[in-house]
């Protein structure tokens, strides 16, 4: 299958083609339309299908712009009160008519004449959807959508001052590469004893959001809300035993590779004792990677990267910079973090990031470059729901690509010593990431299990989970207070709730890949695009299979593909 990057906003035929999301009373005439038609054939039906589908992308859209406007300006209140007013305004308008359309559809007698095996996802989704609905959880809701954008105003706002200059807790972080230990550590201090400052807003925002999901969860007929959100992100395939399997096999299969990483590095560092602000240290004498200096070159560079793999890759990219939908480098004012957003009607998705000039920062580049892809792939999907794919199988998109295209890093330096430098440290990312993940699936967990508690019990809990992942390599000793409130740095505790997990098993899906790449790179790829382009019209296990892969986080399997990066890791 050819793909093209050239990708073409859908034409409307339902909407009128110049129509804009500014108020209720213009929006509401079409949600009645849809309620109030007669359906009388599967022809009749899936025109109904396709106008829902049309609203759908056009509210998802607007809504994305407002976000992503916010994001990269949380200083500007227009933007903010643009964003609330459709949290608050007209989200709470539009749910009860969703749910209506989602009766409409499953109690239509002509649904049952459509295509069951092309439809399978789609409508399981929309039953999931109607499970879960209560009206009462709208207000809820659409102060929850408000109150989770508060975490970004308020580390959007964090700053330090190293060398005399003022630097954003991203750009800051690019001191713990300096050769200088002094200077590591006056950094790491610095960067932790700024989170501190605002460890009691943060708890504050915190415990309000876990009371209101708590509710949340009550209202739909939930124990916790733990069991509520796993069934609203469609968790069909996987459970939470899977999840504490997965905990385990980190503890059993990764953290020996952990800690036998951190013994290499002490000792490449000619240290007695390693230290947090040692982590991402280079021995005297060896300056940090600079892979790029500013966001165009950043841009330049990975496009470059791209189109040695794949020429359609490289021109997802260029269109995305020729329409304006990259943000790369960090300023003040910015919320932290990185994201690709996908825009439903337009197509080519909008990329956000917090650049630096690090290393990090291009392995961030190429996973949202990855997530970028999948949407190119997935816009030609009939109906809005078919893109909306599982989110493990999204991060397999990204983190296999990151994956993918190390062979092709030497745009970014200079020498192949440079270029062994930064594979070797992707590769430690690889296997070290796993221990974090585990850490904040497990605490969300008890988070949520146990709603009632108080922030020193929150806090002890934090600390004895994050023990448990900790390598003993690394000595820890005076730093309790910054580790007990470490969780603060995490977004995803915040603003997406229970979304980690995925990035573990989206890992193996991306070692597996990778597997594959280094026996077959053109089957890989085949591979990768044919489950990408897919998009949730397939069960997860089914996308994993289409891409080649198992889909399994058994302890087995875990030690397996630990085995091969650490066999990569001593082959470099």
């Given at each position: 299958?050819?793909?093209?990057a ?54 998802s ?34 749910q ?23 439809y ?16 009462e ?59 501190l ?37 469609g ?40 230290r ?43 269109k ?170 995490q ?75 650490k ?6």
């Open positions: 299958m050819t793909y093209s050239n990708i073409k906003k859908l034409p409307r035929r339902f909407l009128p083609a110049d129509f804009s999301i500014t108020d209720w009373e213009s929006l509401e005439p079409y949600f009645k339309n849809l309620e109030e038609r007669e359906i009388s054939s599967v022809a009749d039906l899936e025109k109904w299908l396709k106008d829902a589908s049309e609203i759908e992308a056009v509210i859209e607007d809504a994305c712009w407002r976000q992503i406007k916010m994001t990269c300006d949380t200083e500007n209140k227009e933007l903010e009160e643009a964003f609330s007013f459709f949290m608050m305004e007209l989200q709470p308008k539009i009860p008519y969703s749910d209506k359309l989602n009766k409409k559809l499953v109690t239509c007698p002509i649904t049952k004449e459509l295509d069951q095996k092309k399978f996802t789609y409508l399981r989704n929309v039953k999931k959807n109607i499970d879960i609905f209560r009206e959880n709208i207000p809820i809701n659409a102060e929850l959508n408000v109150m989770q954008q508060q975490f970004g105003m308020i580390s959007g706002k964090m700053t330090v001052e190293v060398k005399g200059q003022e630097y954003t807790l991203q750009q800051a972080a690019k001191f713990l590469e300096d050769p200088d230990r002094k200077l590591r550590e006056e950094v790491y201090r610095k960067i932790s004893e700024r989170r400052q605002d460890k009691q807003v943060l708890n504050d925002l915190f415990s309000s959001l876990l009371q209101k999901r708590h509710q949340v969860a009550v209202n739909a007929g939930f124990e916790n809300y733990r069991d509520y959100r796993f069934l609203e992100l968790r069909f395939d996987y459970s939470k035993e899977n999840c504490y399997q997965f905990h385990e096999a980190v503890k059993l299969h990764v953290m020996p590779l952990v800690n036998q990483l951190y013994e290499a590095k002490k000792k490449k560092l000619g240290l007695d004792i390693l947090p602000w040692d982590i991402e240290a280079e021995p005297a004498g060896t300056q940090p990677l600079q892979p790029f200096k500013t966001g165009a070159e950043l841009t330049d560079k990975t496009i470059t990267c791209f189109n040695e793999l794949r020429s359609f890759f490289g021109g997802c990219l260029s995305m910079r020729e329409m304006g939908r990259l943000d790369l480098e960090s300023r003040k004012g910015k919320a932290p973090g990185g994201y690709n957003c996908p825009l439903a009607e337009t197509g080519a998705p909008f990329i956000f990031m917090n650049a630096a000039g690090t290393l990090d920062d291009v392995t961030t580049m190429v996973h949202e470059g990855g997530h970028a892809i999948h949407s190119f792939v997935a816009h030609e999907l009939e109906l809005t729901g078919f893109k909306e794919y599982p989110t493990e199988i999204a991060e397999v998109a990204s983190m296999a690509m990151e994956l993918f295209s190390m062979d092709k890093w030497k745009v970014y330096f200079e020498t192949e010593e440079e270029l062994k430098r930064a594979k070797e440290q992707q590769l430690e990312r690889v296997i070290t990431i796993f221990p974090w993940i585990a850490t904040i699936d497990k605490f969300q967990h008890w988070i949520y299990e146990n709603p009632v508690h108080t922030e020193k019990e929150r806090a002890d809990k934090w600390f004895e989970i994050l023990d448990e992942f900790s390598s003993t390599v690394i000595d820890f000793s005076g730093l309790d207070e910054y580790r007990c409130y470490s969780w603060h740095r977004l995803h505790l915040f603003e997406v709730p229970f979304y980690y997990i995925e990035y573990g098993i989206a890992q193996l899906g991306a070692i597996g890949l990778w597997q594959q790449y280094k026996q077959n790179p053109e089957t890989a790829i085949n591979n990768y695009l044919n489950a990408l382009q897919l998009g949730g019209t397939k069960t997860l296990p089914d996308l994993f299979k289409t891409a080649g892969l198992q889909f399994d986080f058994s302890p087995a399997y875990i030690k397996q593909l630990m085995e091969f990066v066999k990569e890791m001593d082959d470099l």
